[in-house]
Nanobody, 125 residues
């Protein structure tokens, strides 16, 4: 059974940085998949933030976070990170880790089937 566990959320001042972690389990050796970060702010729809593949260097970012957020992975520890910098109040949301099996060469931010419970990020002074 595929599981995803997020951590690293918290309260940070505008302009600050935070790193989220997503530890995943349940894939078998040889599986090809994508891991993504989504976020949902109060009263708003869930928004795709970024994704990464486990079998090449392809990544993808929402326009709203390009240049500020960096996604990376550590295959040895089954962990995907989201390094967030220059944070703004608009980045306040619950951040979710998501996964899907795929063989596509590009990381496409849609159709993720597996979800973690989320971690709260609050950007406020």
């Amino acid at each position: 059974q595929l599981q995803l566990v997020e951590s690293g959320g918290g309260l940070v001042q505008p302009g600050g940085s935070l790193r989220l972690s997503c530890v995943f389990s349940g894939f078998t050796t040889g599986d090809t998949f994508a891991i993504a970060w989504y976020r949902q702010a109060p009263g708003k729809e869930r928004e795709a933030v970024s994704c990464i593949l486990n079998y090449n260097d392809n990544t993808n970012y929402a326009e709203s976070v390009k240049g500020r957020f960096t996604i990376s992975r550590d295959n040895a520890s089954n962990t995907v990170y989201l390094q967030m910098a220059s944070l703004k109040p608009d980045d306040t949301a619950v951040y979710y880790c998501a996964a899907k099996r795929t063989t596509y060469p590009d990381c496409v931010l849609w159709n993720f089937q597996y979800w973690g419970q989320g971690t709260q990020v609050t950007v406020s002074s």
